[in-house]
């Protein structure tokens, strides 16, 4: 377990800001892992040495049970004791490595749901850009409308005036009273029939 902190404080020590620690926390995390070894070797050798100096049969095994059980002495309490602080040491290397676990579950969870908000603006984005090509086609398309028809009433305008100089006053008065005769046949057609 000792082995599978480290790999994931290398892990962390590649992009530290990816997983939300800096240096300090690092460093720190790197002597905590160091301590754990050293206590897991420790363990290691005084376990070692206690099944060399009692043998492996299993009544010298049954007899270290009893032994154990029973504690008379302060050298089996201080045994019974490092066995205690051992346990509590992979309890607590055990909860520290599922606390890692975890973050790093939750970490991916997040990124997840970010990538999932990163697409969906990225497809909103694209809509709107379709959006606006669209607006701008109309745009242009209405652009090209307007100078046509701008162009037409310029020529209109310019007919109308060599009309109204060649009409004069008396043509003008003419062209007005059957203009309204042309409105009033229109009006009463499309409002009494």
């Keep these: 377990?000792?082995?599978?902190?480290?790999?994931?404080?290398?892990?962390?020590?590649?992009?530290?800001?990816?997983?939300?620690?800096?240096?300090?926390?690092?460093?720190?995390?790197?002597?905590?892992?160091?301590?754990?070894?050293?206590?897991?070797?420790?363990?290691?050798?005084?376990?070692?040495?206690?099944?060399?100096?009692?043998?492996?049969?299993?009544?010298?095994?049954?007899?270290?049970?009893?032994?154990?059980?029973?504690?008379?002495?302060?050298?089996?309490?201080?045994?019974?004791?490092?066995?205690?602080?051992?346990?509590?040491?992979?309890?607590f290397i055990s909860s520290e490595s599922d606390r890692q676990l975890l973050l790093i579950r939750q970490q991916d969870e997040e990124l997840d749901e970010l990538s999932a908000s990163v697409e969906r603006i990225g497809g909103v984005g694209l809509t709107i850009h379709e959006e606006l090509l669209a607006q701008e086609k109309i745009i242009d398309e209405l652009g090209m409308e307007m100078d046509s028809t701008s162009n037409r009433l310029d020529f209109v305008q310019k007919k109308v005036g060599m009309v109204m100089k060649k009409a004069g006053a008396k043509g003008q008065i003419m062209m007005i009273l059957f203009l309204l005769a042309l409105f009033i046949v229109l009006f009463v057609l499309v409002f009494f029939t």
């Excluded at 206690?50 to 049954?62: I, L, P």
């Design 1 to 91: 377990k000792v082995d599978e902190l480290e790999k994931t404080i290398s892990v962390a020590a590649r992009d530290p800001a990816w997983y939300g620690i800096d240096q300090v926390e690092l460093d720190k995390r790197r002597r905590w892992t160091s301590n754990a070894r050293t206590q897991v070797k420790n363990v290691k050798n005084s376990v070692a040495t206690g099944k060399e100096s009692n043998g492996t049969s299993t009544s010298n095994v049954n007899g270290m049970r009893r032994e154990l059980m029973r504690l008379p002495n302060s050298h089996q309490t201080d045994k019974f004791n490092n066995q205690y602080k051992a346990q509590d040491n992979d309890d």
